[in-house]
């Protein structure tokens, strides 16, 4: 391991494959991959739906479950709601897609207009841009992929059952900044819900329900959409077919779509910060955040209002901070530290791995402001005394520096942390003192403290309470 900053280079996210010709074998073999079918049950203990994919010998067939007791709409329109989880299986249809990397999309499952078309081919390119990086497959917007599917009768759908919609659907994920909009929606409790996307590869999300618990709402305001993965999907990647990141917050936000009808609801609340537009690969717009982002909170907002409903709307209401203040907003409620999780290796066990990028950078934006004792009681070891962290360090810190695939905020963010805990006589862990060596710049300017996005699309009423 180096002491000195000579070499940052180990300190990237992996380095960028050989790609002068492109690792497309899976593609040749595999040109088509087919939506074939969606099939929606309304059965005696809430929603059932099927979906049918297909490519060369290979049948996948995931499903989505929503208990009773997470729907409160009493005046479903089938029609509409076939439309709805017809469009999250064309989202979700990319955990599957992703295994050959098909350069035809053949959907047979509906009709799809030129315009939804170009907004699914436009999430799959820069939504799996990571994955493409990571598995060298170097491809162009315009040899990337092809949908094919027959063209609307209709000029449109805008489905309106004259019914009000009213109150916010939560997304929880247990970690830090759901828990800030539930915190500030507080005054909105009566008319809220906290939704919780379900994996069954996953056990139930426990920091979620915790969180949920924490701020103090009862069992009957949470809804939840349970997916099943095929897994024959999980037996081909061990087989070597492509696997990576999947832009998953695409794949929640039409789920959250279907829920918000199943209950409702006309505000779709996400917790993404002005960070998640910030890309990871200087000079691509290669993006782990992709979905978190406000051009695809702008794109899908259209697509809902477009091809769906105006009756729902999707924001995210801490757009307009960037992560080092919806951290303060996170510590003035002490009562989570125990209970949030953000760790993506942690998620099978609840618990934070200690090892990885998102790891180190909880650590890092906690440090200036809670004691050693504090800390410990989160993470099971002192992660800025931990030598083995210092190239994931570098890649968080150091602006030539890949930064790493994983849901963090910007360089300046970690970098403000970094000095106002050093500037607080925390001087005597391995990587603030290598900090203090190779980065600390007293004299460095931020925008931090005082930062407001005014890209965002929150409601004009729930700002005081985000702002405050």
């Known amino acids: ?3 000195n900053f000579t ?5 990237n996210t992996p380095p960028a494959p050989d790609i002068s010709h492109g690792n497309t074998a899976l593609r040749e073999q595999y040109r088509d991959f087919i939506y074939e079918s969606c099939k929606v049950t309304r059965m005696a203990d809430g929603i059932h739906a099927v979906f049918v994919y297909k490519v060369g010998e290979h049948t996948f067939q995931p499903s989505v479950h929503i208990p009773l007791s997470s729907i409160r709409n009493d005046e479903i329109d089938d029609d509409f709601l076939d439309i709805l989880f017809f469009n999250f299986g064309m989202m979700n249809a990319i955990n599957y897609y992703k295994l050959t990397c098909s350069p035809r999309f053949i959907c047979r499952a509906a009709r799809l207009s030129r315009e939804q078309k170009a907004f699914f081919k436009k999430v799959y390119y820069y939504g799996l841009g990571e994955f493409m990086y990571v598995n060298g497959i170097n491809l162009q917007p ?3 992929m092809e949908i094919y599917a027959n063209e609307p009768i209709a000029r449109r759908f805008d489905f309106n059952d ?3 919609y009213g109150g916010n659907l939560i997304t929880i994920g247990g970690g830090k900044d759901s828990v800030v909009s539930l915190e500030a929606l507080k005054p909105y409790r009566s008319s809220n819900l906290c939704m919780v996307f379900n994996r069954d590869i996953y056990p139930q999300n426990k920091a979620a329900m915790d969180c949920i618990r924490t701020a103090g709402y009862p069992l009957s305001s949470i809804v939840e959409f349970n997916l099943t993965i095929d897994r024959h999907m999980l037996e081909m990647n061990e087989q070597g077919f492509y696997n990576g990141h999947i832009p998953f917050s695409s794949c929640l936000a039409f789920a959250t779509v279907i829920m918000a009808y199943l209950n409702k609801r006309n505000y779709i609340v996400l917790s993404n910060e002005a960070s998640a537009n910030e890309g990871n690969v200087a000079g691509t717009k290669i993006n782990h955040q992709y979905s978190k982002s406000f051009e695809f909170e702008n794109d899908f907002q259209h697509y809902v209002t477009t091809f769906l409903t ?5 924001f995210s209401l801490l757009r307009c901070l960037n992560e080092f203040q919806i951290m303060q907003r996170f510590l003035r409620n002490p009562n989570y530290l125990g209970v949030f999780r953000s760790c993506n290796v942690g998620t099978k066990t609840n618990s934070w791995c200690g ?6 950078y909880v650590y ?12 410990d009681s989160i993470f099971d070891h002192n992660l800025m005394n931990d030598e083995s962290l210092l190239p994931l360090f570098i890649g968080l810190i150091y602006p030539d520096a890949n930064k790493p695939f994983e849901c963090v905020g910007t360089k300046e963010e970690i970098d403000f942390s970094l000095k106002l805990a050093l500037e607080r006589g925390k001087n005597d862990s391995y990587l603030i003192q290598y900090y203090a060596q190779n980065f600390y710049d007293p004299n460095r300017n931020y925008d931090i403290l005082n930062y407001y996005n005014p ?3 929150i409601p004009q009423q729930f700002l005081p309470l985000i702002l405050n």
């Not at 105006?310 to 999707?314: C, E, G, H, L, V």
């Not at 090892?355 to 180190?360: D, E, P, Q, S, V």
């Open 1 to 3: 391991m180096q002491d």
């Open 7 to 11: 070499n940052p280079a180990s300190a």
């Open 142 to 144: 315009n040899e990337f």
């Open 162 to 164: 004259g019914s009000h």
């Open 310 to 314: 105006r009756k729902i709307r999707y």
């Open 355 to 360: 090892h990885c990028a998102k790891c180190l």
């Open 364 to 375: 890092i934006m906690l440090y200036p402001f809670l004691s050693q004792y504090q800390l």
């Open 455 to 457: 890209q965002h699309n």
